[in-house]
Protein backbone atom coordinates (compact mmCIF):
# COMPACT_ATOMS: atom_id res chain seq x y z
CA UNK A 1 0.00 0.00 0.00
CA UNK A 2 0.94 3.36 -0.69
CA UNK A 3 0.89 6.08 1.97
CA UNK A 4 -0.14 10.05 2.95
CA UNK A 5 0.96 11.54 5.76
CA UNK A 6 0.96 15.31 7.36
CA UNK A 7 1.69 17.06 10.30
CA UNK A 8 1.41 19.88 11.86
CA UNK A 9 2.79 21.73 15.14
CA UNK A 10 1.44 24.76 17.50
CA UNK A 11 2.87 26.71 20.45
CA UNK A 12 -1.02 27.23 22.02
CA UNK A 13 -2.58 30.51 22.79
CA UNK A 14 -0.83 30.57 25.75
CA UNK A 15 2.59 29.24 26.19
CA UNK A 16 4.70 31.54 24.83
CA UNK A 17 7.27 28.52 23.50
CA UNK A 18 6.72 24.86 21.78
CA UNK A 19 8.01 22.12 23.72
CA UNK A 20 6.64 19.72 21.06
CA UNK A 21 7.68 17.98 18.17
CA UNK A 22 6.43 15.74 15.08
CA UNK A 23 7.42 14.30 11.99
CA UNK A 24 5.42 12.78 9.11
CA UNK A 25 6.60 11.31 6.06
CA UNK A 26 5.12 9.17 3.50
CA UNK A 27 8.18 7.78 1.90
CA UNK A 28 10.13 6.58 5.19
CA UNK A 29 6.66 5.36 6.22
CA UNK A 30 6.79 6.94 9.77
CA UNK A 31 5.28 9.76 11.87
CA UNK A 32 6.75 10.40 15.12
CA UNK A 33 4.98 13.14 17.85
CA UNK A 34 6.72 14.08 20.86
CA UNK A 35 5.69 16.62 23.93
CA UNK A 36 8.79 17.60 25.79
CA UNK A 37 8.67 19.01 29.08
CA UNK A 38 11.69 20.16 32.11
CA UNK A 39 11.12 24.09 30.67
CA UNK A 40 11.90 26.03 27.54
CA UNK A 41 15.59 24.97 26.51
CA UNK A 42 14.81 21.41 27.75
CA UNK A 43 11.30 20.09 26.33
CA UNK A 44 12.34 21.71 23.07
CA UNK A 45 15.64 19.98 23.17
CA UNK A 46 14.46 16.59 24.40
CA UNK A 47 11.54 16.11 22.17
CA UNK A 48 13.64 17.46 18.89
CA UNK A 49 16.19 15.04 19.95
CA UNK A 50 13.93 12.16 20.29
CA UNK A 51 12.60 13.10 16.70
CA UNK A 52 15.81 13.38 14.83
CA UNK A 53 16.83 10.06 16.75
CA UNK A 54 13.63 7.59 15.67
CA UNK A 55 14.46 9.39 11.72
CA UNK A 56 17.73 8.67 11.74
CA UNK A 57 17.71 5.27 13.53
CA UNK A 58 15.01 4.51 10.61
CA UNK A 59 16.05 5.72 7.57
CA UNK A 60 18.06 2.09 7.01
CA UNK A 61 14.61 0.23 6.83
CA UNK A 62 14.34 0.48 3.02
CA UNK A 63 12.33 -1.31 0.43
CA UNK A 64 12.29 -5.45 1.30
CA UNK A 65 13.58 -4.64 4.62
CA UNK A 66 9.88 -3.04 5.32
CA UNK A 67 8.04 -6.09 4.61
CA UNK A 68 10.58 -8.09 7.55
CA UNK A 69 8.19 -7.58 10.74
CA UNK A 70 10.69 -8.92 13.07
CA UNK A 71 13.45 -6.66 11.62
CA UNK A 72 10.99 -3.45 11.81
CA UNK A 73 9.81 -4.34 15.39
CA UNK A 74 13.60 -4.43 16.38
CA UNK A 75 14.64 -1.56 14.43
CA UNK A 76 11.81 0.57 16.03
CA UNK A 77 12.61 -0.43 19.70
CA UNK A 78 16.61 -0.02 19.50
CA UNK A 79 15.50 3.57 18.24
CA UNK A 80 13.52 4.56 20.36
CA UNK A 81 15.81 3.41 23.47
CA UNK A 82 18.87 5.40 21.26
CA UNK A 83 16.04 8.19 21.48
CA UNK A 84 16.18 7.97 25.43
CA UNK A 85 20.33 7.58 25.24
CA UNK A 86 21.06 10.41 23.60
CA UNK A 87 18.33 12.44 25.94
CA UNK A 88 20.32 11.29 28.96
CA UNK A 89 23.79 11.56 27.41
CA UNK A 90 22.77 15.46 26.51
CA UNK A 91 21.72 15.97 29.90
CA UNK A 92 25.04 14.82 31.79
CA UNK A 93 26.75 17.48 29.86
CA UNK A 94 24.74 20.27 30.18
CA UNK A 95 23.25 21.25 34.06
CA UNK A 96 20.71 23.30 32.92
CA UNK A 97 18.74 20.31 31.20
CA UNK A 98 19.11 18.07 33.87
CA UNK A 99 15.23 17.63 34.12
CA UNK A 100 14.40 17.50 30.65
CA UNK A 101 12.16 14.61 28.91
CA UNK A 102 9.85 14.07 25.98
CA UNK A 103 6.90 11.68 25.79
CA UNK A 104 6.79 9.86 22.13
CA UNK A 105 4.12 8.12 19.83
CA UNK A 106 5.66 6.59 16.56
CA UNK A 107 4.01 4.45 13.96
CA UNK A 108 6.25 2.25 11.16
CA UNK A 109 4.07 1.47 8.13
CA UNK A 110 4.93 -2.13 6.67
CA UNK A 111 3.40 -2.89 3.46
CA UNK A 112 -0.29 -4.03 5.27
CA UNK A 113 0.71 -3.77 8.97
CA UNK A 114 1.60 -1.15 11.50
CA UNK A 115 4.20 -0.98 14.11
CA UNK A 116 3.38 1.56 17.21
CA UNK A 117 5.36 2.48 19.77
CA UNK A 118 4.91 4.91 23.01
CA UNK A 119 5.97 6.29 26.41
CA UNK A 120 3.82 8.70 27.80
CA UNK A 121 0.43 10.37 27.25
CA UNK A 122 0.61 11.51 24.11
CA UNK A 123 -1.65 9.30 21.80
CA UNK A 124 -2.23 7.07 19.00
CA UNK A 125 -5.93 6.84 17.28
CA UNK A 126 -6.54 4.58 14.52
CA UNK A 127 -9.52 5.75 12.07
CA UNK A 128 -11.19 2.60 10.17
CA UNK A 129 -14.37 3.11 8.52
CA UNK A 130 -17.07 5.17 10.56
CA UNK A 131 -14.81 4.19 13.80
CA UNK A 132 -11.90 5.75 16.02
CA UNK A 133 -10.11 3.64 18.91
CA UNK A 134 -7.44 4.78 20.71
CA UNK A 135 -4.26 2.46 19.97
CA UNK A 136 -1.58 3.49 22.47
CA UNK A 137 -2.47 3.64 26.35
CA UNK A 138 -1.54 6.67 28.48
CA UNK A 139 1.19 6.71 30.77
CA UNK A 140 -0.13 8.98 33.28
CA UNK A 141 -0.72 9.03 36.90
CA UNK A 142 -4.25 9.69 36.36
CA UNK A 143 -5.13 6.83 33.91
CA UNK A 144 -3.25 4.17 35.98
CA UNK A 145 -5.44 5.39 39.03
CA UNK A 146 -8.13 5.15 36.82
CA UNK A 147 -7.56 1.63 35.11
CA UNK A 148 -7.26 0.68 38.79
CA UNK A 149 -10.46 2.03 39.58
CA UNK A 150 -8.99 4.56 41.86
CA UNK A 151 -9.74 7.51 40.35
CA UNK A 152 -12.83 8.69 38.73
CA UNK A 153 -12.01 10.71 35.41
CA UNK A 154 -14.36 13.67 36.14
CA UNK A 155 -12.75 14.75 39.50
CA UNK A 156 -11.34 17.49 40.64
CA UNK A 157 -8.86 15.40 41.54
CA UNK A 158 -7.91 14.35 38.30
CA UNK A 159 -8.03 17.75 36.45
CA UNK A 160 -5.09 18.28 39.27
CA UNK A 161 -3.12 15.24 38.37
CA UNK A 162 -3.05 15.38 34.96
CA UNK A 163 0.01 16.86 33.77
CA UNK A 164 1.84 14.14 35.61
CA UNK A 165 2.91 11.27 33.37
CA UNK A 166 4.77 8.26 34.54
CA UNK A 167 6.94 7.10 31.94
CA UNK A 168 9.37 9.40 29.38
CA UNK A 169 12.11 9.48 27.39
CA UNK A 170 14.91 11.00 29.58
CA UNK A 171 14.66 8.81 32.50
CA UNK A 172 17.67 6.40 33.59
CA UNK A 173 15.33 3.50 32.67
CA UNK A 174 12.53 3.23 30.40
CA UNK A 175 9.49 0.54 29.38
CA UNK A 176 8.47 1.14 26.09
CA UNK A 177 4.77 -0.24 25.01
CA UNK A 178 4.24 -1.64 21.41
CA UNK A 179 1.94 -3.18 19.36
CA UNK A 180 1.68 -4.69 15.75
CA UNK A 181 -1.65 -4.63 13.64
CA UNK A 182 -2.75 -4.91 10.72
CA UNK A 183 -2.96 -2.51 7.67
CA UNK A 184 -6.07 -2.07 5.68
CA UNK A 185 -6.38 0.43 2.74
CA UNK A 186 -8.23 3.84 4.49
CA UNK A 187 -7.01 3.02 7.44
CA UNK A 188 -5.60 6.50 8.78
CA UNK A 189 -3.91 6.51 12.18
CA UNK A 190 -3.89 9.79 14.23
CA UNK A 191 -0.88 10.33 16.60
CA UNK A 192 -0.90 13.55 18.85
CA UNK A 193 0.29 15.66 21.96
CA UNK A 194 -2.62 15.88 24.94
CA UNK A 195 -2.75 19.63 23.67
CA UNK A 196 -5.06 18.02 21.29
CA UNK A 197 -6.60 14.81 22.99
CA UNK A 198 -7.76 17.10 26.22
CA UNK A 199 -10.06 19.37 24.06
CA UNK A 200 -10.86 17.73 21.23
CA UNK A 201 -13.02 14.71 21.65
CA UNK A 202 -12.62 11.59 19.12
CA UNK A 203 -16.05 12.08 17.76
CA UNK A 204 -14.73 15.41 16.75
CA UNK A 205 -11.39 13.92 15.32
CA UNK A 206 -12.84 10.90 13.22
CA UNK A 207 -15.52 14.39 12.04
CA UNK A 208 -12.75 15.88 11.25
CA UNK A 209 -10.13 13.55 9.51
CA UNK A 210 -13.48 12.10 7.18
CA UNK A 211 -14.69 15.32 6.28
CA UNK A 212 -11.03 17.17 5.28
CA UNK A 213 -10.20 17.35 1.85
CA UNK A 214 -6.77 16.38 2.86
CA UNK A 215 -4.65 15.24 5.49
CA UNK A 216 -3.20 18.86 5.26
CA UNK A 217 -6.14 20.24 5.78
CA UNK A 218 -7.69 17.81 8.61
CA UNK A 219 -4.35 18.78 10.88
CA UNK A 220 -5.02 22.12 10.36
CA UNK A 221 -9.01 21.67 11.29
CA UNK A 222 -7.95 20.02 14.14
CA UNK A 223 -5.14 22.65 15.82
CA UNK A 224 -7.54 25.22 15.10
CA UNK A 225 -10.42 22.89 17.32
CA UNK A 226 -7.98 22.96 20.36
CA UNK A 227 -6.95 26.69 19.92
CA UNK A 228 -10.20 27.46 19.56
CA UNK A 229 -11.13 25.71 23.08
CA UNK A 230 -8.17 27.55 24.90
CA UNK A 231 -5.40 26.14 23.45
CA UNK A 232 -3.75 25.91 26.99
CA UNK A 233 -0.90 24.11 25.83
CA UNK A 234 1.01 23.06 22.81
CA UNK A 235 -0.71 21.34 19.79
CA UNK A 236 0.49 18.64 17.71
CA UNK A 237 -1.08 16.19 15.08
CA UNK A 238 0.02 13.81 12.76
CA UNK A 239 -1.98 11.78 10.10
CA UNK A 240 -0.62 8.79 7.74
CA UNK A 241 -3.39 6.83 5.61
CA UNK A 242 -2.93 4.05 3.64
CA UNK A 243 -4.46 3.59 0.41
CA UNK A 244 -4.37 1.19 -1.95
CA UNK A 245 -2.11 0.72 -4.75
Known sequence: MRLQAAALTHRGRIRNHNEDAAYADAWDRLAVVCDGMGGHAGGHIASQLAVETIVASLSSLRGAAWADEERVVKAVQEAVFAANDRILARARV???????????????????????????????????????????EDHS????????????P?????????NIVTRALGMEQITVDMAVEDLAPGDTY????????????????LRIVQGASTLERACVELVELALHRGGHDNVTVALVRALAE
Request: charged letters at 30%.
Open 94 to 136: DATLSDMGTTIVLGAFMPDRVVTAYVGDSRIYRISGREIAQVS
Open 141 to 152: LVAERIRAGLLD
Open 154 to 162: DSEEARLLS
Open 190 to 205: LLCTDGLHDLVREAEM
